[in-house]
C-alpha cells in the first residue's frame, strides 16, 4: 500500500469491508533484501520442535510451522495493549461464478462461534476488545486490539485458532446473517462513490475477477448455498493458507509457546489450493459509461489500468495521483475545485496482488455541465507526463510518505492492518520496501509511469448522472416451461415427404430433362424433379451466364455493383417493398438459389424474373450501395486474411490489368469501385444480362406443367444482346516464393500455402488426389495436417488444406491455409512442409484409404439428400453437360481406387519445393517469446 493512503483504508476498515482504495506495494517478494540477523525475539528464543525461525526485520520475526502455518511477533512494551492480527490469503479474486460475496459472507459467519467458543462478539464484548473483520480482494483479516494480559492474550489466540476450522458455518446463520450482509449491500447501493466503484470494475475489466465487487452480486448474497460456504470455507481457512501477527506488550516466548500448542496442533491439510490462471487482456480502446439515479451529486470518474501492487509503477501511478488530486495542493484541485467547476477531487487504487485500476474522481453539484469537467480531468491526467512534477512536489510527497510511515510504527493495530495487505501478496517485508522506494521516486519515475498508462486507450471513463425519473427496463424472471406446455395447442402436423433414394441413377430416372428451345419457351436447360418433400417445399437453383473476355474486359467493379442493385428494388417495387414480397412468398435465399413452397413457387419464378429482368436503379440505392461496398473494402485493410489472400493471388497472376481474371490489389479494387456510375450499371445489365445461355433446375414438390409454364412467362424471350463465351483460367508455372505481410496489432496470423497443378477432373488421376486432399487436410479435424498441427503441436485452431480443379481448364491448384498465433506461423510452415514430405515418402495407409473412401461417398450422399443440394447439382452438370450419371461414375472410381493409385499420385503432384507460402502476421509479436 502506499503508505500516503493508509489512512483512507483504515477508516474504510471500520465498515468491515474495505471499500477505499487497498494496498499498493512496489515490488516483489523476490527483491526482498536479505533477512536481517534475527533480533532477540527470533533467534534467541527457544523454538518448539518443528518450529523454524523465518526472517527478522525491523522489529519484526517469523515463526514457521510444519503444518505452513506462519507467526510474526512485534513485541513493543510503549503500550500497553496488544493487536492480534490473522490473516487468511483468500478474498473476492478467489470466488467462482455465481458464489460473487462469498469470501464476504464467510468473514461475517466467522463471528457466529465454534461449538467451543459459541459466543465469540460477547466475549470480545466481555473483555473490551476493539475487533472487526474485512475483506478485499485478495485477502481476509480478523483482529482484535485489547488491553495487555496472559489471560486476554492467549484466549484470542485459542479462539482464533479453533474458529480456522471449527467454525459452524451452519444454514441457520446463514438465512439471518444473509439479510445483515444483503442490507450492507444496499448501503453501499445509495453510496454514489461506493456504486461508481463498483460499475467501474465491472467494465474496466474484462474477464479478470478484480471486475467484480468485494460485495458481490444480491442474487448470489441471496441464494447461496450453504454447502458452498463450507466447502469455501473447508479450502482457504487452513493453517498453510494463513499469517498471525500479533504486536504490542506480551513475552514472546510465551506467546510462542502458545501458538505452538494451538496453531501447531493443527493437521497440515491435504486438500491443494485452487489455481487461479486468468491474465487480464491489455485495454485496446476507451470506454465510457453512465450511471442514472436519484441524487443530489454528480461525479466523473477516470479510471486506468495499472500493473500489481508488487510493480514499482503501481506507486509511482499512487504518487502522480496525489499530485493531481491532493487536497488542498493538487492540479485538479486547484483547475476544478478553487474555480467552482467542482465541489470535490480525490484518488483511489484498486491495488493488490494482479494488475490494478487507479482512479480519479471529481465530484460536481447536480444540474452543473458535466462534460467540461470530464475533459479538462482528461487533458490533465494523459498530459500529466509532459509536465512532470516539481521538485516542491515530490518532496511533499516524500514529506508525507516519511511522516505516515512513522505513525504506522507507533501504532501496532495499524501496522497490523497493513501488514495483511502486504502479507496477501506474497510477504509482509512488502510494507518496508514500499517506504523505500516511495522515499526513492523522483520526478522523472513519477512522469515516466504516467506516460505508460495515464492514456487514451487504457482509460475508462464513469459518469454518475443525477435523475428523477430514469428510464430503467425491468427485465422479467422467466416464465416456467411446465406453465409455457400448459398454454401450448399443437397444430396438424406438417405434409411428410417421400422416402427418396438419392442414389445418382435414381435422380437421373426421376429428373426430366429440357433442353433449351425456341421462344415462347425459355432458353435455359431445365432440371425438374418433381417429389414429395416435408412440408410442401421446393427448391431452385439458376445460373446465367453471359458476355466474354473482350466484352468483360475491365468491367468487374461494374458488374459486382450491378449484381448487388438486383435485391435493391424493380420497377414496380421499392427495395422494402420487394424484402416484403420474398417474405409474404416464402422465399428463403436470394434470386439465383432458393426456397420456397409448392402454392408459393408460380408467383416466387415470377418475382425472380421481375427482379433479373426489370431492376429499380435507384439513384439513392445506388449511392448507398457504393459506400456500404467501400466501407467493406476499407474495413479489410489491415486484416490478415485478406492481406494474405491479395498477396497469393497477385503472385500467381499472369492475366494484363483489366482481364476478367487478373488479381487486383485493394486499392485497385477501391478506385474501380469508386470510379462506376449508375448509367453504367445500367448499360452493364442491358448488354449482358439476360436468360440466353444458363440453366434453372426444380426439386421438390411442385407441379410440373404449371411450373414449365411459369419459367416460360418469366425468362422468355430475355435474351443478352452481348456474345457468350467461357471465360477461363489458363495454366502457369508460376516459381515458388516465401511472401511475409506485416499486419501490426493482430493477435492471430494465417498462413497460406498454394501449389498449382495441371489437372481436369476427367483425368484417371483426379480420384485419387481427391482422396489425397481428404486425407491430408480436407476432412476437418481428422486429417494427417489437423493430427499433426492441431492435435499434436497444438499450434493451430484450425488448419485445412483444398483441391481446386476443373472439368474444362486444366489450371488446378492444391492449397493450405492455417491460422496461428504470430509467433507460431513459421512452426506451421515447417511442420505442413515435413508432413507432405514424410506422405511423399511412406505414403497413406490402407487403413487411411478406407475410411477416407467411406468418409467422401457418404458426403457425397448426405449432398444429394437435399433438395437444394440436387437442384444446385443439376444446375452445375448441366452447364457442363453432364447428368448424374457422371457423378456415379466418380462414385465407383472413388471405391475402386487402390492404395497403389493413391500413393502414386501424392508422388506425381504434391511438392513442398513447389509451394509458394504468405504469411500475414504482426512481426513484432512473432519475435516475442510463446509461453
Known amino acids: 500500500m502506499s503508505l500516503r493512503h493508509l489512512r483512507l483504508a483504515l477508516l474504510a476498515l471500520s465498515l468491515g469491508l474495505a471499500l477505499a482504495a487497498p494496498a499498493s506495494y512496489a515490488a516483489t517478494a523476490a527483491a526482498t533484501p536479505a533477512s536481517a540477523t534475527p533480533a532477540a525475539t527470533g533467534a534467541s528464543l527457544a523454538l518448539p520442535p518443528g518450529v523454524t525461525a523465518g526472517p527478522s526485520a525491523e522489529g519484526i520475526s517469523e515463526y514457521r510451522f510444519a503444518n505452513g502455518f506462519k ?8 503500550k500497553p495493549t496488544v493487536t492480534v492480527n490473522i490473516t487468511y490469503l483468500v478474498g473476492s479474486r478467489h470466488e467462482n461464478y455465481g458464489e460473487t460475496g462469498m469470501a464476504h459472507l464467510l468473514e461475517h459467519l466467522m463471528f457466529k462461534g465454534s461449538p467451543r467458543y459459541p459466543a465469540i462478539p460477547q466475549e470480545f464484548s466481555k473483555r473490551g476488545m476493539n475487533f472487526n473483520g474485512t475483506t478485499w480482494l485478495d485477502r481476509t483479516n480478523y483482529y482484535e486490539t485489547f488491553q495487555a494480559g496472559q489471560d486476554n492474550l492467549q484466549w484470542a489466540i485459542a479462539m482464533e485458532a479453533d474458529r480456522m476450522v471449527n467454525s459452524r458455518i451452519a444454514r441457520k446463520d446463514l438465512d439471518s446473517e444473509m439479510t445483515v450482509v444483503r442490507n450492507e449491500f444496499e448501503a453501499g447501493e445509495t453510496s454514489p462513490s461506493r456504486v461508481m466503484l463498483k ?35 473447508r479450502t482457504y481457512y487452513q493453517p498453510d493458507n494463513a499469517v498471525l501477527l500479533i504486536a504490542g506488550k506480551f ?119 458535466i462534460e467540461p469537467v470530464k475533459q479538462a480531468m ?85 459518469l454518475y448522472l443525477p435523475e428523477d425519473h430514469p428510464q430503467r427496463s425491468e427485465v422479467p424472471a422467466a416464465p416456467s416451461v411446465e406453465a409455457l406446455l400448459a398454454q401450448y395447442q399443437p397444430r396438424p402436423a406438417i405434409a411428410s415427404g417421400e422416402a427418396f433414394d438419392p442414389a445418382p441413377g435414381n435422380i437421373e430416372q426421376r429428373t426430366t430433362r429440357i433442353a433449351p428451345e425456341q421462344p415462347p419457351h425459355a432458353s435455359l436447360n431445365l432440371a425438374l424433379l418433381p417429389k414429395k418433400s416435408r412440408g410442401q417445399t421446393v427448391s431452385v437453383s439458376m445460373n446465367l451466364e453471359f458476355g466474354d473476355a473482350q466484352g468483360l474486359f475491365g468491367q468487374r467493379a461494374v458488374a459486382q455493383l450491378t449484381a448487388a442493385m438486383l435485391l435493391r428494388g424493380t420497377e414496380k417495387l421499392d427495395r422494402r417493398q420487394l424484402a416484403d414480397e420474398f417474405t409474404r412468398l416464402k422465399i428463403n435465399g436470394n434470386v439465383y438459389r432458393f426456397q420456397t413452397t409448392r402454392d408459393n413457387l408460380v408467383p416466387a419464378l415470377a418475382l ?162 481427391a482422396v489425397a486432399n481428404y486425407l491430408l487436410g480436407g476432412s476437418s479435424l481428422k486429417s494427417r495436417l489437423a493430427d499433426r498441427i492441431r492435435q499434436q503441436d497444438g ?44 506422405l511423399i515418402k511412406d505414403g497413406f495407409t490402407d487403413e487411411e484409404l478406407l475410411r477416407a473412401k467411406s468418409g467422401i461417398l457418404q458426403q457425397r450422399n448426405q449432398q444429394r439428400a437435399g433438395d437444394g443440394g440436387i437442384a444446385t447439382s443439376w444446375t452445375a452438370l448441366m452447364n457442363l453437360d453432364r447428368s448424374f450419371l457422371w457423378q456415379q461414375q466418380l462414385d465407383l472410381k472413388l471405391a475402386d481406387l487402390t492404395l497403389a493409385q493413391l500413393n502414386a499420385a501424392v508422388r506425381k503432384y504434391l511438392d513442398p519445393a513447389r509451394m509458394t507460402v504468405v504469411i500475414a502476421r504482426d512481426e513484432v509479436k512473432a519475435k516475442a517469446v510463446q509461453p
Open 378 to 462: 482528461i487533458a490533465a491526467v494523459e498530459s500529466f507526463s509532459t509536465t512532470p512534477p516539481t521538485a516542491e512536489e515530490v518532496a511533499r510527497l516524500h514529506r508525507e510518505s516519511g511522516n505516515n510511515f512513522e505513525t504506522l510504527q507507533n501504532n501496532p493495530q495499524q501496522m497490523a492492518v497493513a501488514m495483511s495487505n502486504a502479507i496477501a501478496r506474497g510477504d509482509w517485508r512488502l510494507v518496508f520496501i514500499d517506504r523505500d522506494l516511495e522515499q526513492r521516486l523522483g520526478s522523472a519515475d513519477i512522469a515516466a509511469a504516467a506516460a505508460r498508462y495515464f492514456r487514451r486507450d487504457n482509460r475508462t471513463v464513469g
Open 251 to 369: 513475552a514472546p516466548a510465551e506467546v510462542l509457546q502458545w501458538v505452538n500448542q494451538t496453531f501447531g496442533r493443527l493437521p497440515r491439510p491435504k486438500r491443494k489450493l485452487p489455481e487461479f490462471w486468468t491474465v487480464e487482456p491489455t485495454q485496446d480502446g476507451e470506454r465510457q459509461f453512465a450511471i442514472r439515479r436519484r441524487g443530489d451529486l454528480q461525479l466523473v470518474a477516470l479510471g486506468y489500468k495499472m500493473p500489481s501492487a508488487l510493480h514499482p509503477d503501481a506507486t509511482a501511478l499512487s504518487f502522480a495521483s496525489d499530485i493531481l488530486a491532493d487536497t488542498p495542493n493538487g492540479r485538479l484541485h486547484k483547475s476544478l475545485v478553487e474555480t467552482g467547476l467542482a465541489t470535490a477531487v480525490y484518488s483511489m487504487q484498486l491495488s493488490g496482488f494482479a494488475p490494478g485500476l487507479q482512479m480519479i474522481v471529481a465530484q460536481l453539484k447536480a444540474g452543473v455541465d
Open 199 to 233: 460499475r467501474m470494475q465491472s467494465v474496466a475489466y474484462d474477464w479478470h475477477s478484480y471486475g467484480r465487487n468485494t460485495i458481490g452480486a444480491r442474487s448470489d448474497i441471496e441464494n447461496v448455498r450453504i454447502e458452498n460456504l463450507q466447502a469455501f470455507y
Open 608 to 769: 425472380a424474373g421481375e427482379v433479373l429482368r426489370h431492376p429499380r436503379m435507384d439513384p439513392a440505392e445506388f449511392t448507398q450501395l457504393k459506400n456500404e461496398t467501400l466501407a467493406a473494402l476499407e474495413a479489410t485493410r489491415k486484416e490478415p486474411d485478406a492481406r494474405a489472400a491479395e498477396a497469393l493471388q497477385l503472385h500467381f497472376d499472369h492475366y494484363p490489368s483489366g482481364d476478367w481474371r487478373a488479381a487486383q490489389t485493394l486499392e485497385q479494387r477501391i478506385a474501380a469501385v469508386q470510379a462506376v456510375t449508375l448509367e453504367q450499371v445500367k448499360a452493364f445489365h442491358q448488354r449482358f444480362y439476360g436468360a440466353s445461355h444458363g440453366e434453372l433446375a426444380i426439386v421438390g414438390d411442385f407441379d410440373v406443367q404449371a411450373t414449365r409454364a411459369a419459367i416460360d412467362q418469366a425468362f422468355a424471350g430475355w435474351a443478352s444482346p452481348a456474345p457468350y463465351a467461357r471465360v477461363l483460367h489458363t495454366w502457369a508455372d508460376i516459381p515458388a516464393k516465401r511472401i511475409v505481410i506485416d499486419t501490426p496489432d493482430k493477435e492471430n496470423g494465417v498462413y497460406l500455402a498454394r501449389q498449382n497443378i495441371r489437372l481436369r477432373d476427367d483425368d484417371p488421376d483426379y480420384p485419387a488426389l
Open 795 to 838: 499450434l493451430s485452431y484450425g488448419i485445412n488444406s483444398g483441391l481446386q480443379v476443373g472439368a474444362i481448364s486444366d489450371a488446378g491448384y492444391f492449397s493450405v491455409r492455417a491460422i496461428a498465433a504470430p509467433q507460431n506461423l513459421d512452426k506451421v510452415d515447417a511442420a505442413v512442409r515435413e508432413e507432405i514430405t514424410r
Open 71 to 78: 507467526l510474526l511477533l512485534l513485541p513493543d512494551d510503549s
